[in-house]
């Protein structure tokens, strides 16, 4: 079992900073990463980022939000954060964290193996 819980959301103008933050607990050794994803009104849910919870630490982030936005741990592996810049209206989504068993392709980012999920944090962005 693994709790993940997100927080850090709200609303914030065009161009402004969030910082998301995913705490997780219990039994992470099966896991190769925590990921983000989100999903905007009306849209699928997509992947964003996600971090490697090995000792690499890897990084994969979507095409959309490579240069704003930046995924790290702590190093207890007990929070992860996602570090979000310059955003703009069609970041506005709900975020979510989830443990990711692998990586299928960087581009676009496609992972795979969710087993859990935290409830989401809502990130509207509006001026």
């Known amino acids: 079992q693994v709790q993940l819980v997100e927080s850090g959301g709200g609303l914030v103008q065009p161009g402004g900073s969030l910082r998301l933050s995913c705490a997780v607990s219990g039994f992470t050794a099966d896991y190769y990463a925590i990921g983000w994803f989100r999903q905007a009104p009306g849209k699928e849910r997509e992947g964003v980022s996600c971090?490697?919870?090995?000792?690499?630490?890897?990084?994969y982030y979507t095409d959309p939000v490579k240069g704003r936005f930046t995924t790290s741990r702590d190093n207890a592996k007990t929070t992860v954060y996602l570090q979000m810049n310059s955003l703009k209206p069609e970041d506005t989504a709900v975020y979510y964290c989830a443990t990711v068993r692998g990586v299928v392709t960087t581009t676009p980012l496609i992972m795979s193996g969710m087993d859990y999920w935290g409830k989401g944090t809502l990130v509207t962005v509006s001026s």
């Open positions: 971090i490697s919870l090995g000792d690499d630490g890897n990084t």
